[in-house]
């Protein structure tokens, strides 16, 4: 089965490219927006919605966590024609999402052809390795744990000049020498078919090659 994750180097909303890309991968079903919970979480889900809207006339709906029962998210996820990853607190959304039965829900989906949107923290808790950058944390270093994944042999940094990550890319290339290695600004994204990547739309994309930092796009 084919397989499509897009991955957005910071919030909402979709670039124009990949949001017509998205639209026309998706299957029968709602499009499920799954996050963390945050004040007025609500107000700031058009910003999601909205340029999908423009390709796209069915259905939304949103699974909020954790006040929604892990039960009814995996009942939601799995009759989803499409799955977007929000953005927020990267390490809340590892906790919520990865090594539990929603993110095993969203990775069975993504094998059966169901395309997954990832922004900014929905992004770094895809891939096999889910990276948090001292920037990103609370405790001001490095953190790493397992994510969900959907990419293999793939680390993604993102917000990556805004934040100035080269160091925690070449860090990570380090210490997974076998991975690639890719940097994504905000307002950035790249469409990954089959676990490659296929396009890039956007302001920025880095890449570490034999410990150098290369721009790949913009």
């Known amino acids: 089965m084919e397989r499509h994750f897009f991955a957005f180097g910071s919030g909402p909303p979709f670039t124009d490219i990949l ?14 927006i799954i996050l963390v919970e945050r004040e007025d979480w609500q107000s700031y889900m058009p910003n999601y919605i909205n340029k999908l809207k423009t390709y796209h006339s069915g259905r939304f709906s949103f699974i909020p966590l954790p006040s929604i029962q892990e039960m009814q998210a995996v009942k939601e996820i799995k009759a989803s024609g499409g799955i977007v990853i929000c953005g927020g607190d990267t390490a809340r959304y590892a906790g919520y999402i990865a090594d539990t039965t929603i993110g095993a829900a969203i990775k069975d989906v993504y094998k059966q052809g169901v395309p997954v949107a990832g922004f900014s923290a929905g992004a770094l808790i895809s891939p096999q390795i889910c990276s948090i950058s001292a920037k990103d944390n609370i405790q001001k270093f490095s953190v790493e744990r397992n994510g969900i994944g959907l990419l293999e042999n793939i680390c993604l940094a993102v917000h990556f000049s805004e934040w100035n990550e080269e160091s925690h890319l070449q860090e990570l290339a380090a210490k997974h020498p076998s991975c690639i290695h890719y940097g994504i600004d905000e307002d950035t994204g790249l469409y990954f078919h089959n676990g490659r990547l296929e396009t890039m739309e956007g302001k920025g994309v880095y890449q570490m090659e034999e410990g150098k930092c290369r721009r790949i796009h913009g």
């Open 19 to 32: 949001a017509e890309k998205y639209i026309k991968l998706t299957k029968n079903g709602s499009i499920s």
